[in-house]
């Protein structure tokens, strides 16, 4: 059963425009939260984080939007460019041990 | 470069065949991982390393087998293993405690066993 789900499988997004990518989980023992970016041929590369004590963390174009009740995150990127178009790959960690959704490959459109 | 090495970046192997992947790190941390990434499945953890000790096994088949000669080195021994094992093989490190920066990735070693 899987604990971290990103259910878009793909998203297309035209550039210049917000892009929001989705995750669920299940295990509320989770206690902190990651983005991953990852290029084809390339291992993945961390992006930003959040804590479970906190709702929002920003850092340049990308925030992360923490919902505990729903147990749901996003990320946010604004504004889409070129560049951004990769697999982002959710994670939920508990203790030292950390679970990666499937991934939503993202496109951004010129 | 992420500051964690992999090689080698392909390898095809036979079903009969004996063959190693290495992972290399000098980013000064002391825990490393063996990830298994295949199509269209969330990234599966293997084993994990903490100060050289194996602390981890996911219940991963015996015909994959760990080596941690030292906290920057990793090894992952394959033999015998079978087509369903063709995979992107990824390893990572990070720093025992709250992984406020996550783990760092290799880019991964593309296994293909015929």
């Known amino acids: 059963d899987q604990q971290v789900k990103q259910n878009s499988p793909s998203l297309s997004v035209q550039e210049g425009r917000i892009s929001i990518l989705n995750c669920d989980y299940t295990?509320?023992?989770?206690?902190?939260f990651l983005w991953y970016k990852k290029y084809p041929a390339e291992g993945p590369t961390f992006l930003i984080s959040i804590s479970s004590i906190k709702d929002k963390n920003e850092d340049g174009r990308f925030t992360v939007f923490l919902n505990k009740s729903a147990k749901h995150l996003s990320l946010h990127i604004v504004p889409s460019q070129p560049g951004d178009s990769a697999v982002y790959f959710c994670a939920a960690s508990e203790s030292d041990k950390i679970i990666f959704g499937k991934g939503t490959r993202l496109h951004i459109l010129p | 470069e992420t500051g964690v090495t992999q090689t080698p970046r392909h390898l095809v192997m036979g079903m009969t065949n004996k063959k190693s992947l290495k992972c290399e790190q000098h980013?000064?941390?002391?825990?490393m991982y063996w990830y298994k990434q295949s199509a269209k499945k969330p990234l599966e953890l293997m084993f994990v390393?903490?100060?050289?000790?194996?602390?981890e096994n996911n219940s991963v088949p015996s015909r994959f087998s760990p080596e941690c000669p030292n906290s920057s080195h990793l090894f992952l021994h394959l033999h015998t293993l079978q087509p369903e094992d063709s995979a992107l093989y990824l390893c990572a490190s990070s720093q025992e405690g709250p992984p406020y920066y996550g783990y760092t990735f290799g880019s991964g070693t593309r296994l293909t066993v015929v």
């Open positions: 295990n509320s023992m989770f206690d902190y």
């Open positions: 390393y903490n100060f050289k000790e194996q602390t």
């Open positions: 980013l000064g941390h002391n825990a």
